[in-house]
């Protein structure tokens, strides 16, 4: 990124911040977005190891914990760059989960997970650092393991980036639909090859 770029990265997080403290992203937690949580949370079953250890990349304030109740695994780790969300995230005290306030750009990780999960978050990513986060992470993908990305409606911005990466085979995509035409999530899960 150049100066401008990282001066508006900056600004990008400084309002994911406000909007966090704000509660502007409570509708996350309603029952039309879970539908999107569930279908990941379907691919860890159907494509992950049993009792996989996860990374959540844009985690939030963990939303995507609140869902797996039911879903065994052996440890999370969500990294959001808003200390916000991240601080909030923290006070729910989920089991087994750890949250950290870290730049998906910069996070360099120092062990290796079973599932990488982009829940809404790649897009965000500015564009010159996007193929660097994806390696970066699959890097750090164990064998068998699987990398699982949703995002709301088509995902300009999104898509190429692993549909197109040498390194990823799709094993299944889905659109994920809430009766409002407007309203959708697309989610792939893929494996490294
Ligand atoms: C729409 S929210 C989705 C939150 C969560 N994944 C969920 O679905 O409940 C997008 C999140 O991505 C985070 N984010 C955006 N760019 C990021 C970056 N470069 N590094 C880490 N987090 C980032 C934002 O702070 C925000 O929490």
Known sequence: MNILDK???????????????????????SEKESKRYFQIIDYLKKYGPTNPSILDIGCGDG???????????????????SKVS???AKKKNFPK???????????QPTR?????????????????EKTNVLNRMLDHLN???????SIYREGIGCWEYFKENPKLKELEFTTVKTG???QYWKIGVYKKV
């Open 7 to 29: 001066f508006h990265h900056w600004r990008r997080k400084r309002r994911w911040d406000k909007q966090y403290k704000a509660g502007q992203w409570e509708n996350l937690k």
């Open 63 to 81: 939303v995507l914990n609140e869902r797996m109740k039911e879903f065994e695994f052996s440890s999370f780790l969500g990294l959001d760059f």
């Open 86 to 88: 991240i601080e909030q």
């Open 97 to 107: 989960a750890e949250f950290i306030s870290e730049d998906a750009v910069t996070f």
């Open 112 to 128: 290796n997970f079973d599932a990488i999960v982009f829940n809404e978050a790649f897009y965000y990513i500015h564009d010159s």
């Open 143 to 149: 064998e068998g393991g699987v990398i699982i990305t």
């Open 180 to 182: 409002e035409e407007l």
